[in-house]
């Protein structure tokens, strides 16, 4: 049953759910991160959380141990326009300057354990243990490939796959946000005589590629590392061209919560249905998603495989 607006602006009059409000409209954050952010007590937010999560303003999602918390999808307009008013409210309260600039360092804190972890491993990526990348994975997505193509490797490490197309495709353009992962692949494409291969330092969610301008666009291993992933398959649709295809490669939906310190994922991976409406989402068509490959030892990572088209 809906809360009455008389409940509804009970609920808006407390300055904490205010702010909590305002950093979560557009980034799901975890308990962690809102103590981070708000610099308050778990028991604090926790409560306030129940009450914002029972009103049905907040809808969660849970990734391991972890629960993250955003607005609900099925907010009606009268409640969203409340909200509206409730967010301009807590623009005027003191400490809300502070908490969109610890947001911002929260956000940032994620990227850079990312960053950081690729950073170290540059140079021995391909000769050690990754999840999920399998050459029985990798053999269904090339399988998909019809060469010459202006193919985008988004989140491509040091390019071992960018590697293997570039001799047949257009152009490949290898994007990664660790400089020392683009570093060693540009010398290893040089060394190698890859001149159709090109690395650009950048985000899953912002690739230094013009809209409309790639054939192919590949994810393979990387969106468990996006900050954002509903972010970064946007971007992917922008700079695909019309008719333009999108793989992906990334590991089923698991709860080995330590491929967070282990491999610096961001996520646990995704289940079928999730990465589904996540590719609809960005406005993608024909799209199908499928289990390609299961890993025989613990954890028993398995390997999700998705095509679709702009």
Request: with cysteine; proline share 4%; net charge positive.
């Amino acid at each position: 049953m809906p809360v009455s607006h008389l409940k509804l602006l009970s609920i808006l009059t407390d300055q904490t759910r205010l702010r909590i409000l305002a950093i979560v409209e557009k980034h799901e954050l975890s308990v962690a991160e809102l103590q981070d952010v708000l610099r308050i007590g778990q028991s604090r937010i926790s409560s306030h959380l129940s009450l914002l999560k029972t009103a049905g303003l907040l809808e969660t999602r849970r990734d391991g141990q972890r629960i993250y918390y955003t607005w609900s999808g099925h907010l009606d307009t009268e409640t969203r326009q409340l909200l509206s008013v409730g967010l301009k409210a807590a623009k005027e309260i003191p400490a809300s300057r502070d908490d969109q600039k610890a947001l911002s360092l929260a956000l940032r804190k994620r990227q850079e354990k990312s960053k950081t972890y690729f950073n170290t491993i540059a140079g021995r990526l391909g000769k050690n243990y990754c999840p999920g990348r399998s050459w029985e994975a990798v053999g269904h997505l090339l399988l998909q490939l019809t060469p010459p193509l202006v193919i985008a490797d988004l989140g491509a490490g040091e390019g071992l796959l960018s590697q293997l197309l570039a001799p047949r495709a257009k152009k490949v353009i290898a994007v990664d946000n660790s400089p020392r992962m683009v570093e060693v692949g540009s010398f290893l494409a040089k060394d190698n005589g890859l001149t159709k291969l090109e690395y650009r330092l950048g985000d899953l969610e912002e690739p230094p590629i013009p809209a409309n301008s790639v054939d192919l666009a590949i994810l393979s291993q990387a969106l468990h590392h996006a900050t954002q992933p509903q972010r970064a398959l946007n971007a992917a649709h922008k700079i695909l061209k019309k008719g333009g295809q999108l793989l992906i490669l990334d590991l089923n939906q698991h709860s080995f919560e330590k491929a967070r310190e282990l491999y610096a994922d961001l996520w646990l991976g995704f289940s079928e249905s999730e990465l589904q409406h996540m590719l609809q989402s960005a406005g993608f068509k024909d799209i199908s998603v499928s289990i390609v490959a299961k890993e025989k030892e613990q954890p028993y990572f398995q390997t999700l495989l998705a095509t679709c088209l702009k």
